[in-house]
């Protein structure tokens, strides 16, 4: 049984706001449910009020501005984005983290905005939002501001909203032209499994290099994170079997898992090594066949 | 008029029907009006002495009703030591162990109250594991055996946690050993497991100022439930009812009490009364059963052709903090630890130990699950070590019709060699050399075999009443949990009858009314309801004869009687569908058919110290499987590609009802390979839930699993029928095993094959290759 | 606690009822309604028994609000028969052997209805995926794989 507290549907933003401080901390943003309710249920957390916010109709959808940027409101659901052509075809990491997000069930009501919010490491959208360069657009009694993701995160179950503050977009800015993309995830179970190891790609190809190199990590830290030191070392070169191992190499060093009873630390260090040029070699792969469709159109 | 058969169709299940529609009804689905909600205060330590328990803010509580603690009501029960009291008292022996039960108006009230129970405990120090549990001065679970009731073929160490010492010997060991070429031996352990059934344990209990005890419950052994409540509450049996609801998974879980005795001591308080209780999922894993930890220790010895010489097995039984049917567990390994292969020296030593954990209970394919994981790698091993092919070494061996057993039974309708022949070919074994794919994964086969005892001496009954139309109802006091046996005894009523299956209507099982069963385990409903259905259904027709001679004005015995139908001398004739026409049964005796099977009679007792029987059980089930599976070598994780499974049923009275239970049990034999254990710190169990202990999805079984059913008639089984409800989990672990160590030249030892285990044994590997060679 | 004031379609019919603000749609479809086909099994969202669809689509309902189905349509395994007739998937489950215990069933259904609804003829491989939220202990999956795949090929009545 849920313990007891009050419930808000707020119509607004500024309503939403309002509501989350006079509860100062102790409200929760409610919107898929997925992992709030869960964590009630077992007495993990005890809010005063539940804020739903299922009725802020600007904070869902996906839209493409003319400047190629995509935004994609908060309350999108894994399951629009795993439905939609428009992710599959241009933004493939970020469709292969929603639709391997907990089960079908849990991709029908769970958002992307509460993937993020939720702030565990294991957040599968949350490697390729990284890996895609994304912002966050977040909105207060203080008004509209933007963060870069990577500063989104403070620590685990820990992000940067200040009170009062929530989460109404994601913004992936333009990419290359070419660009090779994709994200895997490594679990015990192939699915409703939380992963051991998540690796994002996301490269930017100038010719035959890499002119930019974006790659982040599930479960290698506290919260989801870059791996600085791999893109660097890719930055400029060209994605052969040896630059993508020590790529995989390096990013295994600057990672940080832990050590727990699911998994050991050297293990998943192992997984990077190994999943980051697998996972590479899968993204050029997709990119050389939709080049090929392209040119067949 | 053309008379159905129904033995060896795959009729549809009699119960689909409700479940599909969603009106099946498990006991959490009932409800009784003014019911009270149970709940538990649990131990939170290991192993305490109970110091005070404080009630005084539970009983303010708004809402409670009652409340009841193990020395209100210090009774003890057991199936086999009588051994567990229905709320700790004096001490308790595993964190999450009942202490205090509280019933309310609301399930909240009942929660709210357990958080106010104020308990002072003095901790003891914990045994968590069986070989901690064995050593000299280990701190006792139970300070002593001889307090308890146990059963005769339980052999308790006094003063140690050895809660059973089970011994088998045959011919002479060291001998055997000597005689052998080649000596190889091994250890081999699993984790604690739980069923997880999907339905968590339930029950609703009232009790009656008169004594009457009622309780419903979806368990898988009504009547022996029944039989503990009455001994524990000292009643005579016809005061306790049992009334089985649909059971929503079982596989072992449910044949012992777990929520009864809760609700039953609640009821107590509150006369008149219903209670009910339902268990979260997290207490499914802290307080139901499991399988319990094994280490089993296997010597093999054998000639340079791969005659088998000697076994030398020892096993180690983690039963937890009480008995239950660990002895059974015990017994059952032991008494199939040398597998299906003719050895002419063997000892055997099995202990099944108490722990201060979690309660080792039944788990379908008990004793030889583990034993088998053991047995089956340690065959492959010896393989290695002959150079022979593990096909070629089993089949040398196996047993086969007029072999004689360990236990000094000359076998027959044995099956093992057909078995294995029938998955080498399904599997292609000639074809076995490892592939690495082009994703450079590795590609492997192995192949397992046992044979798996049911439980012998026991006993099973069924009633068959006969309507005036010509339908019946049947009555038997064994469950339905899935595996079809209502639809397949239906089947043999309908077939000894000559009625359609929509003639049969099957009773739901109530202690009250319905006819005697021992248990619903050890694949023994098939073989032994149904011989007692088939009684039944032949005395309907004995009886029919008689009333038919009556109304015809015939001596009985000129009439002949077939498969629901009777033919009188003057060419009177009636058929099961048409006796309202006939009328013979107007204001006649109404007919009761009567069914009893026991194995009593077969059943030659053990000699006590080796064993040996020339009877020892009714039947034995055969079977053998064989896999192929892919290994990343990269991150160390399995997939199982390919699973054939050939198994004696001796004759499939249903063939779909078959095809399901082995490849259910091939799915979960696969999910304890890989991914199932709890995971425990100290006595905290850390994954006691859904997502951390990982029960198999669909993307983890096997992609394809080709069942071969082999139909080697029992002579003594209903049509033949042997059982088949649990052998498809036991050789699917060895299998993959054996697949695994062909793929990276390492055996892993203890279950779940994990990835990181699997590429900590590749390492190794890499390790001694890169070693100097002598 | 606020109690809270609901309106929505179970089964096909127009429900008004008030509840209050904690209880979860799995509460409210068993307690209120009585409709005991939904399981219970996890109550995390982890095993799949409670299955219901939510406006077509699978949602596991031990882990909603009951205030969420205010103003939406929710469909339990009761509502799944029409005119006394089992729908085709049911009659598909019957047909392959795909139920044994059948605790997991109703929830395994409502899955297979929703991947229907949005994709009436799936391949195996989207069977697979559309039902891998469901837990079933018994049968080893590929039976229902099979029933799934029969009932999406049956044309007529969903």
């Given amino acids: 049984m849920l313990p007891q507290f009050e419930l808000y549907l707020p119509k607004s933003v500024e309503e939403t706001s309002e509501i989350l401080l006079t509860y100062n901390s102790n409200a929760r943003i409610y919107a898929g449910g997925t992992d709030v309710l869960v964590q009630m249920a077992k007495g993990q957390s005890k809010p005063e009020a539940l804020v739903d916010i299922k009725g802020l109709a600007e904070l869902r959808g996906i839209s493409y501005s003319a400047a190629k940027e995509l935004s994609i409101g908060a309350l999108t659901t894994h399951h629009e984005l795993e439905n939609s052509d428009l992710i599959k075809k241009k933004y493939a990491a970020l469709h292969d983290g929603v639709s391997r997000v907990g089960s079908v069930q849990t991709r029908n009501r769970g958002t992307i905005g509460g993937n993020l919010c939720s702030a565990l490491p294991s957040a599968d959208s949350a490697a390729p939002l990284l890996a895609l360069g994304a912002k966050v657009i977040i909105n207060g009694s203080g008004g509209e501001r933007e963060l870069p993701l990577e500063k989104f995160y403070l620590g685990i179950k820990h992000t940067a909203l200040e009170p009062g503050e929530i989460l109404t977009k994601i913004v992936i800015p333009a990419l290359a032209r070419h660009n090779a993309q994709a994200y895997i995830k490594f679990s015990r179970r192939n699915a409703m499994d939380l992963a051991l190891m998540g690796v994002a790609i996301c490269y930017e190809l100038d010719g035959l290099h890499v002119s930019k190199a974006r790659i982040a990590l599930t479960t290698a830290a506290p919260t989801p994170v870059r791996a600085y030191g791999a893109e660097a070392f890719l930055t400029g070169k060209a994605l052969t079997e040896a630059n993508l191992k020590e790529a995989g190499v390096l990013a295994a060093e600057e990672a940080k898992p832990r050590d727990s009873w699911r998994s050991g630390a050297e293990y998943r260090r192992g997984l990077i090594k190994v999943l980051l040029p697998r996972i590479s070699r899968l993204a050029l792969e997709r990119m050389g066949k939709a080049r090929s469709e392209n040119e067949r159109d | ?508 099982v109530d202690t009250e009314y319905c006819p005697f069963e021992k248990h619903s385990s050890a694949s023994r409903l098939t073989f032994h309801i149904g011989n007692a259905a088939v009684r039944a259904a032949k005395d309907v027709m004995e009886q029919l004869r008689r009333l038919a001679a009556i109304a015809w004005n015939v001596d009985p015995r000129a009439i002949k009687a077939g498969r629901g139908e009777l033919t009188g001398p003057g060419g009177q004739s009636v058929t099961l569908p048409e006796l309202r026409k006939a009328s013979i049964l107007r204001d006649q005796d109404p007919v009761i058919g009567k069914g009893a099977y026991s194995t009593s009679d077969i059943y030659v007792p053990l000699d006590p110290v080796t064993r040996q029987s020339a009877r020892p059980m009714i039947y034995w089930m055969w079977g053998a499987q064989a896999v192929e599976i892919e290994v990343d070598p990269e991150t160390g994780k399995i997939q199982v590609l390919k699973v054939a499974a050939a198994h004696d049923v001796g004759r499939a009275i249903n063939p779909v009802a078959c095809y399901q239970q082995i490849e259910g049990a091939v799915s979960m034999g696969v999910g304890h390979a890989l991914i199932e254990e709890m995971i425990f710190d100290g006595g905290d169990i850390l994954n006691a839930n859904m997502v951390d202990y990982k029960v198999p999805t669909i993307a983890d079984i096997p992609l394809e699993t080709q069942v071969i059913l082999i139909e080697n008639g029992h002579p003594e089984g209903p049509y033949g029928a042997k059982g088949i409800g649990e052998p498809g989990i036991i050789p699917t672990v060895p299998a993959i095993g054996n697949a695994l160590c062909e793929a990276i030249g390492e055996r892993i030892h203890r279950l779940p094959m994990k990835p990181e285990k699997v590429l900590e044994a590749l390492k190794k590997r890499s390790e001694h290759c890169h070693a100097p060679t002598i | 606690m606020k109690e809270i004031e609901l309106r929505f379609r179970l089964n096909g019919e127009e429900q008004r009822l008030t509840v209050p603000s904690n209880v979860t749609l799995l509460h409210v479809i068993r307690e209120h309604f009585g409709l005991m086909g939904t399981k219970e099994g996890c109550g995390e969202g982890e095993c799949g028994a409670c299955t219901v669809l939510m406006d077509g689509r699978p949602v596991t309902s031990c882990i909603i609000l009951a205030e969420e189905a205010d103003r939406h349509d929710i469909m339990t395994v009761e509502g799944l028969m029409k005119d006394g007739k089992l729908n085709r998937l049911q009659q598909a489950f019957l047909d392959e052997g795909a139920v044994q215990c059948g605790y997991c069933i109703p929830g395994m259904l409502m899955s297979a209805q929703g991947l229907l609804n949005e994709n009436p003829h799936p391949t195996s491989q989207e069977i697979r995926k559309g039902i891998e939220g469901n837990i079933c202990r018994c049968t080893g999956y590929n039976r229902i794989v099979n029933a799934i795949h029969k009932a999406s090929q049956d044309e007529g009545d969903s």
């Fill in chain 2, 1 to 508: 008029m053309s008379q159905k058969n129904h033995i060896g169709e795959s009729v549809t299940h009699i119960d689909a029907w409700d479940k599909v529609t969603g009106s099946a009804v498990y006991c959490g689905d009932m409800s009784f009006l003014h019911q009270l909600y149970g709940a538990v205060y649990r131990s939170p330590f290991s192993h305490a002495k109970i110091i005070t328990i404080d009630l005084a803010e539970v009983w303010k509580t708004p809402g409670v009703k009652a409340v009841v603690t193990g020395e209100d009501f210090p009774r003890l029960y057991g199936q086999y030591v009588v051994d567990q009291p229905f709320l700790a008292f004096g001490k308790v022996r595993f964190k999450g162990e009942p202490v205090v039960a509280i019933a309310a108006d609301t399930p909240e009230s009942a929660a709210e109250a357990v958080k106010k129970v104020h308990a002072v405990f003095e901790e003891l120090p914990a045994v968590l594991d069986v070989y901690e549990a064995v050593a000299e001065g280990a701190p006792l679970v139970h300070d002593d055996w001889s307090k308890y009731s146990v059963a005769d073929f339980i052999r308790p160490e006094p003063g140690t946690n050895i809660c059973d010492h089970f011994q088998l010997s045959k011919g002479d060991m060291d001998a055997g050993f000597r005689e052998a070429d080649v000596i190889d031996e091994g250890e081999f352990s699993t984790p604690m497991i739980q069923h997880v059934t999907i339905e968590t344990h339930c029950a609703i209990a009232q009790c009656l100022n008169d004594g009457t005890v009622n309780v419903w419950s979806p368990c898988q052994s009504p009547f022996a439930m029944r039989d503990q409540l009455a001994a524990a509450l000292k009643l005579p049996l016809r005061k306790v009812r049992v009334i089985a609801s649909s059971i929503g998974g079982a596989f072992g879980g449910k044949n012992e009490m777990r929520v009864e005795p809760i609700v039953i001591a609640l009821a107590m308080k509150v006369p008149g009364k219903h209670v009910k209780l339902v268990f979260t999922r997290e207490e499914e894993f802290l307080s139901s059963v499991v399988r319990g930890e094994s280490s089993v220790k296997v010597k093999l010895g054998a000639k340079n052709d791969g005659t088998l010489t000697a076994v030398k097995v020892e096993t180690y039984l983690d039963t937890g903090a009480y008995a239950t049917t660990g002895p059974r567990v015990n017994f059952i390994a032991g008494f199939a630890s040398s597998g299906p292969y003719v050895v002419p020296n063997i000892k055997v030593d099995g202990y099944c130990v108490s722990t201060t954990r979690q309660i080792g209970s039944s788990f379908r394919g008990f004793g030889v699950s583990e034993i088998a994981w053991a047995y089956e790698s340690q065959m492959d091993c010896l393989a290695k070590r002959l150079k022979m092919d593990p096909l070629d070494l089993r089949m040398k061996n196996a047993v086969e019709d007029g072999s004689i057993s360990a236990t000094g039974e000359r076998l027959f309708s044995v099956s093992a060699k057909q078995c294995l022949q029938a998955v080498a070919d399904a599997i292609d074994w000639k074809n076995r050399d490892p592939v690495i794919t082009p994703e450079g994964k590795i590609r492997t086969k192995g192949i397992a075999t046992f044979m798996k005892p049911t439980g012998t001496p026991s006993n099973s009954s069924a009633v068959v009443r006969l309507n005036d139309d010509g339908t019946v109802n049947v009555m038997i006091g064994g469950m339905e949990m899935g595996q079809s046996m209502t639809t397949v005894i239906a089947q043999m009523v309908a077939h000894e009858l000559g009625i359609s299956m929509d003639s049969v209507e099957m009773t739901p």
